[in-house]
């Protein structure tokens, strides 16, 4: 252990990720709060904020809303904003948000 130790210390193995922010939480909410279903599927429970440009490659754009978009946990975030890889990301995930969305209204049943 202390050899790892000490190679994270030098910054040869990088598993602090950075520290989200503290204002996360508020945003989240209120985010939730004002888009309040799934965008792809219209779900209503279980929603989740999925960021666009991934908070790993962008941090600044952590509490954009530009960047934020509501998808439910149980489907549309693994699926469609990270390709059912979490390691994945999603850069249409606006454009197949609103074409499933109008598929899923028109559906026949
Ligand atoms: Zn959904
Ligand atoms: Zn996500």
Redesign the pocket.
Known sequence: MAFFREQIKKGIIDVVRKKRSSDWRKVRKAFIKANNVCACCGREKGL?V??IEDFSTSPHLELEWGNLIT?CGKYC?FIF??LMNWQSINPDIRKDAENFFEKKQNRRE
Do not use: D, F, K
Request: glycine share 14%; hydrophobic share 15%.
């Open positions: 989740e999925h960021h998808l975030h904003g990270h």
